[in-house]
């Protein structure tokens, strides 16, 4: 069960990142380490989302995101920072506008932000396009999250705090 808990939180906490792709960092955090396909990434998000769906009944509600969150807080010893505070401030955006999300809907969002961050179009996220990313997400800080963007049609996301 706790693998289940751990598996869950760390997927939501890095999103578009495939497995195999992660690698120790520096100040005990995860980078990705390789580039990704957008394919690699849909993959990603549905697998996500369906280790988000407690009750499996193809909605995740703000409640079964939180729960994830907190037992990765409690899975890696609590504290509000790192990968946690991550997840919240993802948690924050993906639920600013309504109390639950459809698959289709994370999808759309993880791969607006994949396509957002993939500078030159190819389908391919380089580590340099995602480090390029980042800088710009976070000017003060060089390993900022990129915002989740909404999928096209989908309402608007508030601005990061």
Known sequence: MKKIIFAIATGAAIIATPAAALAQAPGGGTRIQRD????EAQQRADMIFQLLDANRDGVVTRAE??????QFRAARAGGEGGRGGMMQRIIGQVFATSPS???????????GRFDAQDANHDGVLSVAERQQARAQARPDQAGGQAPIV???G???QPPRQ
């Open 150 to 152: 909404p999928a096209p």
């Open 65 to 70: 995101a939180e729960q994830a969150a907190a």
């Open 154 to 156: 989908a309402a608007p």
């Open 101 to 111: 999300i459809s698959l289709q809907q994370f999808e759309g969002m993880m791969l």
């Open 36 to 39: 990704q396909t957008r394919q």
